[in-house]
């Protein structure tokens, strides 16, 4: 039997996924999606996980595809592929847990693409990110040239993808691509400790704030405000949103308990 390529582990209300694949700088390939996809919906619908954090370990978060597995492929294939194989990065984005990754080293390609599908990214110092596709004559094809260039603008996205050049966690931070940028000695702890900041607030108003952010995005202002009132509104009907008033009216920490009634 194959040694696992994801590392699974779970801390309280906290899921990690850590991909193991360090001889192959955790390049994506068949075996590896299908792991993190299964490990993504084994929590998808678990209410006692209220947050989750990726990454790829100290030295490397996910240096992209796996060129071996690309070369021979027709048209046809590629696009079988893409329809056909686990898409980790739809699978991290859809679910309504809030989403942390942390990346250290090459977060290139489809590495880079998965990292995009978190909610918020943090990166060490040591981070170095791009879309290299252009240089082997191709392009993204895991929804980089749409994350990216909702990330950080239009102009930026074509920049990097059209040029296929790498840039370090302080341009990533400077562009919006990334929320922060810490020591590698300290991504670990600093992700968790977001994650856990996450998995402490009011589990359905932070599920309905993503929903309505990642749905509102694409939609004109009037249909996006429409929403928002509309999950404003729900919140009212959760024990959280009670506990959460009552508690900023007697000057006291709130205690979150995600009870539906």
């Known amino acids: 039997m194959s040694e696992s390529m994801i590392v699974a582990s779970r801390e309280d209300d906290i899921f990690i996924i850590q991909l193991n694949r360090p001889q192959k700088f955790n390049a994506l390939n068949n075996e590896i999606?299908?792991?993190i996809v299964q490990a993504i919906d084994s929590i998808r619908h678990d209410q006692s996980v209220r947050a989750v954090l990726i990454w790829g370990g100290n030295q490397v978060f996910a240096a992209g595809?796996?060129?071996?597995?690309?070369?021979?492929?027709?048209p046809m294939e590629a696009m079988?592929?893409?329809?056909?194989?686990p898409d980790i990065t739809e699978a991290l984005a859809s679910l309504r847990q809030p989403t942390v990754a942390a990346i250290a080293g090459l977060a290139?390609?489809?590495g880079l693409e998965f990292a995009m599908a978190a909610d918020i990214r943090i990166a060490a110092s040591s981070a170095i990110l791009g879309q290299p596709e252009i240089n082997v004559g191709l392009i993204p094809g895991g929804g980089g040239t749409q994350r990216l260039s909702r990330l950080v603008g239009l102009s930026k996205a074509k920049e990097m993808i059209l040029l296929g050049e790498r840039i370090d966690a302080f341009e990533a931070l400077r562009i919006g691509l990334v929320n922060k940028v810490v020591a590698p000695e300290d991504l670990l702890n600093e992700?968790?400790?977001?994650?856990r900041r996450l998995a402490a607030k009011p589990m359905w108003a932070s599920r309905l704030a993503k929903l309505v952010i990642d749905r509102g995005y694409d939609a004109d202002i009037s249909q996006g405000v429409t929403m928002e009132l509309l999950a404003f509104s729900a919140a009212f009907g959760t024990p959280d949103q009670r506990e959460g008033a009552r508690a900023f009216m007697e000057k006291r920490q709130a205690e979150f308990t995600g009870a539906t009634r």
């Open 65 to 74: 595809a796996d060129i071996e597995e690309m070369l021979a492929r027709t």
């Open 191 to 195: 992700a968790k400790s977001l994650a």
């Open 108 to 110: 290139l390609g489809g």
């Open 80 to 85: 079988r592929q893409i329809n056909d194989a």
């Open 33 to 35: 999606r299908t792991e």
